[in-house]
């Protein structure tokens, strides 16, 4: 009886022995297709987000075919290149929304919008499809010691140029940087010297712009100049003009006045060829609130600058920001 009990027992512990290996075997061929499938939906996705990329570019070579036509009666004018940096938050669709609808009443603009992401995203992949307007599409991430730590310390900024006063955290950042810097080498890689004629303007997503600024810079040889309205803690940032000789001596700014070049990056336009034929770019390095000065410089001296809007007596660009929003739930189904 015992030596029966005994090889009864013997045969329990090896089926247990061989359930649990089963089991084992089982949940390794589980994982395995867990593992197989989670590559296979990285597969499809990668093959989804070429597809968009593929979809968008057929709609910009439409959009490109339609407005040749337009550029035929546009009577030769440069194509201004309008570089925006973008980033997520509430308003930024009604911010692209508000400068995407100005500039559809520009002829021969191509807008560069530049995501501050890791990838293109569907919000912005969108609102360029139902623009109408030639769009390149670029995305270039900000490095992480240039971003804010904490997004709800930020404060109403009193705008000081493009750097943000003292009381604003973003004064303390260079903003823009990697996006507007991805435009200007798209910039060399696509276009060539004295055969593109155009313009290259700095079009931030937060200003407000009345069409007559674009028709301004179309008279820009090398680097136009004109006044900003609402920056600097005044109602207006302008270029002074000598007036003799009608060129450019000084600046009225609400900070450093004193700056070789103390313009905001929404008060002048360059010659597409200075770009092309230059390596300028901007930097981290720089000192805050120089970006603009020091950019620039690698063009001009500040005698030569072309005062445009009726000598620098017009404003016809405004540094607005739309109101940050309180946001205390979502509404699923709707791209905001």
């Given at each position: 009886?015992?030596?029966?009990?005994?090889?009864?027992?013997?045969?329990?512990?090896?089926f247990?022995?061989?359930?649990t290996?089963?089991?084992?075997?089982?949940?390794?061929?589980?994982?395995?297709?867990?593992?197989?499938?989670?590559?296979?939906l990285?597969?499809?996705?990668?093959?989804?987000?070429?597809?968009?990329?593929?979809?968008?570019?057929?709609?910009?070579?439409?959009?490109?075919?339609?407005?040749?036509?337009?550029?035929?009666?546009?009577?030769?004018?440069?194509?201004?290149?309008?570089?925006?940096?973008?980033?997520?938050?509430?308003?930024?669709?009604?911010?692209?929304?508000?400068?995407?609808?100005?500039?559809?009443?520009?002829?021969n603009?191509?807008?560069?919008?530049?995501?501050?992401?890791?990838?293109?995203?569907?919000?912005?992949?969108?609102?360029?499809?139902e623009?109408?307007?030639v769009?390149?599409?670029?995305?270039?991430?900000?490095?992480p010691f240039?971003?804010?730590?904490?997004k709800k310390?930020?404060?109403?900024?009193?705008?000081?140029?493009?750097?943000?006063?003292?009381?604003?955290?973003?004064?303390k950042r260079?903003r823009?940087?990697?996006?507007?810097?991805?435009?200007?080498?798209?910039?060399?890689?696509?276009?060539?010297?004295?055969?593109?004629?155009?313009i290259?303007?700095?079009?931030?997503?937060?200003?407000?712009?009345n069409?007559?600024?674009?028709?301004?810079?179309?008279?820009?040889?090398?680097?136009?100049?004109?006044?900003?309205?609402?920056?600097?803690?005044l109602?207006?940032?302008t270029?002074?003009?000598?007036?003799?000789?009608?060129?450019?001596?000084g600046?009225?700014?609400?900070?450093?006045?004193?700056?070789?070049?103390?313009?905001?990056?929404?008060?002048?336009?360059?010659?597409?060829?200075?770009?092309?034929?230059?390596?300028a770019?901007?930097?981290?390095?720089?000192?805050?609130?120089?970006?603009?000065?020091?950019?620039?410089?690698?063009?001009?001296?500040?005698?030569?600058?072309?005062?445009?809007a009726?000598?620098?007596?017009?404003?016809?660009?405004?540094?607005?920001?739309?109101?940050?929003?309180?946001?205390n739930?979502?509404?699923p189904?709707l791209?905001?």
């Amino acid at each position: 009886m015992e030596r029966s009990g005994n090889h009864c027992e013997m045969r329990i512990k090896r089926f247990a022995y061989w359930f649990t290996g089963l089991a084992i075997v089982v949940i390794i061929w589980k994982l395995c297709l867990i593992e197989s499938s989670v590559d296979n939906l990285q597969s499809i996705r990668k093959i989804l987000d070429f597809h968009k990329d593929q979809l968008e570019l057929t709609q910009q070579q439409l959009v490109f075919l339609e407005n040749l036509a337009k550029k035929k009666s546009a009577g030769g004018l440069p194509t201004i290149y309008a570089v925006t940096p973008t980033y997520w938050r509430h308003v930024q669709k009604a911010e692209l929304t508000r400068i995407s609808q100005t500039l559809r009443l520009v002829p021969n603009v191509h807008w560069i919008v530049i995501e501050d992401s890791e990838t293109k995203t569907d919000l912005v992949r969108n609102l360029i499809a139902e623009s109408g307007l030639v769009v390149t599409h670029l995305h270039a991430k900000t490095p992480p010691f240039e971003q804010l730590k904490d997004k709800k310390k930020e404060l109403e900024a009193v705008t000081c140029g493009d750097a943000e006063c003292l009381q604003d955290p973003r004064w303390k950042r260079h903003r823009g940087v990697e996006q507007r810097n991805a435009a200007l080498k798209w910039l060399r890689s696509n276009l060539q010297v004295n055969k593109n004629n155009g313009i290259v303007y700095f079009m931030d997503d937060d200003n407000t712009y009345n069409v007559k600024v674009f028709e301004e810079m179309a008279k820009v040889k090398k680097v136009g100049v004109w006044p900003v309205g609402l920056v600097g803690g005044l109602n207006a940032e302008t270029p002074i003009l000598d007036e003799k000789s009608g060129k450019v001596k000084g600046y009225k700014s609400g900070w450093k006045a004193d700056r070789p070049f103390a313009i905001d990056m929404a008060g002048f336009a360059i010659n597409l060829d200075l770009i092309l034929k230059s390596e300028a770019s901007f930097s981290y390095k720089m000192e805050k609130g120089y970006q603009e000065s020091e950019f620039l410089s690698y063009f001009i001296k500040k005698e030569e600058l072309e005062p445009l809007a009726d000598n620098c007596t017009k404003v016809y660009v405004w540094h607005t920001r739309t109101e940050k929003p309180v946001v205390n739930g979502v509404v699923p189904g709707l791209e905001v």
